[in-house]
């Protein structure tokens, strides 16, 4: 059996407790990500598998970022599953990515691209492959919101929101209205956007919503950072934090975020803006 596979869903834990825990003194920060149980949010059909993590080198005794095996330190990340397979030229992808991942760019009515290895040029066109509305992951099966450049987009990559969600199940009646984002309209908060997108069917869709911590984990590659994402699919990330659809459960005024400076998990106060990246398909 894969053992990156078994892995995959430990590590987001990890990194909060190695990370994350910067709360103590009551504003934000984390300890424990929440799991993924059906007390906390709505049911999607699970399709795909998991994830690598995106590390293909290993550490040395004295040094990290090292060829592998470390005979040493066996058994590290790198040297299971889909990125040592990718590394090895014996993974097939349906697409691209670095490492083990494998993405497809779609264009605004939900189509591939026909030219895929094109780079992001905010004044480019989807038939030059230079513009693309959307990202599926081949290996999970998800698809996900590429921002715009242009700061008078709606889905423009610097705007922020509170975090505000419809359902007990995800705000446990606890919305915080104490603070806005900045977004060019009067409702910056993550419900409205949410709706916003749906009405308008991002690449032929209107069943987006805010990815689960699992879901957003899924997509940071460990051997990059600022950002840690795979940037030749996912361009223009401003800035790091992005919520989840995930209340803090000892307290329901906070909302769980993966920082994508270094794919850590945290959380803090609802009213604190931050980017969001929407999400659609069966939930991980």
């Not at 083990?100 to 189509?111: C, P």
């Not at 030059?128 to 992951?137: A, F, I, N, P």
């Not at 850590?264 to 969001?276: E, L, Q, R, W």
Request: charged content about 20%; proline content about 7%.
């Amino acid at each position: 059996m894969n053992k990156s596979v078994l892995l995959r869903p430990v590590w987001p834990l990890a990194l909060a407790l190695l990370w994350g825990c910067n709360g103590n003194d009551g504003t934000s920060g984390g300890s424990n990500p929440p799991e993924d149980n059906h007390d906390h949010h709505k049911d999607y059909p699970v399709v795909g598998q998991l994830n690598d993590t995106g590390l293909v080198l290993c550490a040395g005794p004295e040094t990290t970022e090292q060829p592998c095996p470390q005979a040493e330190l066996p058994g590290q990340d790198a040297e299971y599953g889909r990125d040592l397979a990718a590394a090895q030229g014996t993974l097939s992808k349906t697409g691209g990515g670095v490492a083990g991942f494998d993405w497809t760019k779609l264009d605004s009515t939900g189509a591939p691209l026909a030219i895929q290895d094109g780079s992001w040029d905010p004044a480019g066109t989807e038939a030059e492959g230079t513009r693309w509305s959307c990202v599926r992951d081949n290996v999970t099966g998800l698809i996900w919101e590429i921002k715009e450049s242009d700061p008078s987009h709606p889905r423009y990559t610097g705007h922020t929101y509170r975090w505000v969600l419809d359902g007990d199940e995800y705000n446990g009646a606890f919305p915080d209205q104490s603070s806005s984002g900045t977004c060019g309209t009067d409702s910056c908060d993550t419900q409205s956007f949410v709706n916003w997108v749906n009405q308008n069917s991002l690449c032929g869709f209107s069943d987006w919503r805010l990815p689960s911590v699992a879901e957003l984990s899924s997509i940071v590659v460990m051997s990059n950072a600022l950002p840690a994402v795979d940037t030749a699919y996912f361009p223009d990330v401003k800035e790091p934090r992005f919520f989840t659809n995930q209340s803090l459960a000892r307290d329901p005024s906070r909302a769980w975020y993966i920082y994508f400076s270094d794919g850590s998990a945290s959380f803090t106060n609802k009213g604190d803006a931050s980017h969001v990246r929407l999400v659609r398909g069966g939930q991980q």
